[in-house]
Each structure stands twice: as structure tokens, then as C-alpha cells.
Nanobody, 115 residues
Framework: QVRLVESGGGLVQAGGSLRLSCSASGINFKIHRMAWYRRGSGNQRDFVASIESNGAANYEDSVMGRFTISRNNARNMVHLQMNSLKAEDTGVYFC?????????WGQGTQVTVSS
């Protein structure tokens, strides 16, 4: 079955950095779009960044220039390098893929940025 597992979250001060990782299994990883979403307040997951199979990336405006999404197809992993973190980046970060008409999500990893 499809499985996504996030890691790398933690507590950092504003201006600091974290690198999130997502390990995927159960899909032909190299052909799939991968994405990161985050949940701040409430139960909604908001788009953060995505990366296509060819490496083309898309970012939510507020993280542009600070976050970098990348993928390692040989290792079935996607990463989110987060620099210059702000308090408003705090939330649970989820790895996502869309496969056979279904969204799949990891369990999430907590990112807390203190000001």
C-alpha cells in the first residue's frame, strides 16, 4: 500500500532552518508529483510546495525564496529545506501524493518556530 512517512520536524528559533524528509513506498515514485502541505490552526491542510517528476517546483508565495523542495528518485524521498523560518511557519507538515484518484498523506511532522 501507499505509505508516506515524514521526519525532520522540531523546535527552532525564528531565522533558523530545518530540513524535512518524506520517505515514500507503494508507488512508482519517480513518475509522481510530490507535495508538502501544512496545518496551522484548524483542520485544513494548506499547500506549501510541490515538485514534479522532472524536478519542476512550485511554491506558495509566503515561502518563496526561503523554502526549497527537492526529490531523490533513487531513494524514493522528497525533502523540504526551510530557511529563514518565521513564527507563522509553525504547523504540522504533511507529505502528499495523488495516486489513482486518491490523495495520500503521511502522519505529519511538527514544526514549531519561536519568535
Amino acid at each position: 500500500q501507499v505509505r508516506l512517512v515524514e521526519s525532520g520536524g522540531g523546535l527552532v528559533q525564528a531565522g533558523g532552518s530545518l530540513r524535512l524528509s518524506c520517505s515514500a513506498s507503494g508507488i512508482n515514485f519517480k513518475i509522481h508529483r510530490m507535495a508538502w502541505y501544512r496545518r496551522g490552526s484548524g483542520n485544513q491542510r494548506d499547500f506549501v510546495a510541490s515538485i514534479e517528476s522532472n524536478g519542476a517546483a512550485n511554491y506558495e508565495d509566503s515561502v518563496m525564496g526561503r523554502f526549497t523542495i527537492s526529490r531523490n528518485n533513487a531513494r524514493n524521498m522528497v525533502h523540504l529545506q526551510m530557511n529563514s523560518l518565521k513564527a507563522e511557519d509553525t504547523g504540522v507538515y504533511f507529505c502528499n501524493t495523488f495516486y489513482k484518484s486518491n490523495d495520500y498523506w503521511g502522519q505529519g511532522t511538527q514544526v514549531t518556530v519561536s519568535s
